[in-house]
C-alpha cells in the first residue's frame, strides 16, 4: 500500500494532472499568432490604419541631386501654417541645432561658420527663391558639407516648423 502511496510522487503533478482530460495545462491550449487569421493563411485579424507607414519604413525620399528628384522636391508644400506657436518651436529648434552655422539671423555668420568653408546666408535670394520642399530635403538628407539632421528633428512637422522660423527671418 505504501508503494502505491509514492507511486506518485515519481512524476511531475504536470503529467499526473494532464492525464485527467477535463483539466488541461498551459502546454495544451491553442496557440494564437498575432495578425494571424484562423486557420493557415487566413486573412489578418489585425490590419493597419489606412495610410500608416511601417514600422520598419521610412518617409519617401527627396533627392535634390537629380532632376526628377529636385521637381518632387519643389512640388512639396509646407502643411504647417507659419502661426506664433510654429514659429516659437521652429526657433527652439533653430537655436538648437542650426545657429552654430548660420548664426542668430540665418546670414551665415555661426560660432563654427569659419571653420565650415561655406555657409549659405539664409536670408539671401538664393534661399530666398528655393522651395518649402527643397529646404525640407536639405534639412532631412543634408547637403555638401551640411550633415542630414532628419535623425535628429524626427518629427516633420518640426521641420516645417523650422522653415516657417527661417522664412520669418527673410522677411516673408
Known amino acids: 500500500m505504501a508503494a502505491l502511496m509514492l507511486l ?7 503529467r499526473a494532472v494532464g492525464k485527467v482530460p477535463w483539466f ?3 502546454r495544451d491550449q491553442v496557440a494564437v499568432r498575432p495578425f494571424e487569421g484562423p486557420g493557415r493563411g487566413g486573412s489578418p485579424y489585425f490590419l493597419p490604419p489606412a495610410g ?5 519604413g521610412h518617409e519617401d525620399s527627396l533627392d535634390i541631386y537629380s532632376a ?3 521637381k518632387v522636391a519643389d512640388a512639396v508644400k509646407n502643411p504647417v501654417a507659419a502661426s506664433e506657436a510654429s514659429l516659437s518651436r521652429g526657433k527652439a529648434i533653430y537655436e538648437e541645432y542650426c545657429i ?3 548664426g542668430t539671423l540665418g546670414m551665415g555668420d555661426g560660432t563654427v561658420s569659419g571653420r565650415m568653408g561655406y555657409v549659405p546666408n539664409l536670408t539671401g535670394d538664393m534661399t530666398k527663391q528655393r522651395s518649402d520642399g527643397y529646404i525640407y530635403a536639405v534639412i532631412r538628407h543634408g547637403r555638401g558639407v551640411m550633415p542630414r539632421y532628419g535623425d535628429k528633428v524626427r518629427d516633420p512637422r518640426d521641420r516645417w ?3 516657417n522660423y527661417v522664412r520669418h527671418l527673410q522677411g516673408r
Open 8 to 14: 506518485p510522487a515519481c512524476t511531475t503533478l504536470d
Open 24 to 26: 488541461t495545462t498551459m
Open 52 to 56: 500608416s507607414v511601417p514600422v520598419t
Open 68 to 70: 526628377a528628384g529636385l
Open 100 to 102: 552654430v552655422c548660420h
Open 161 to 163: 516648423n523650422v522653415i
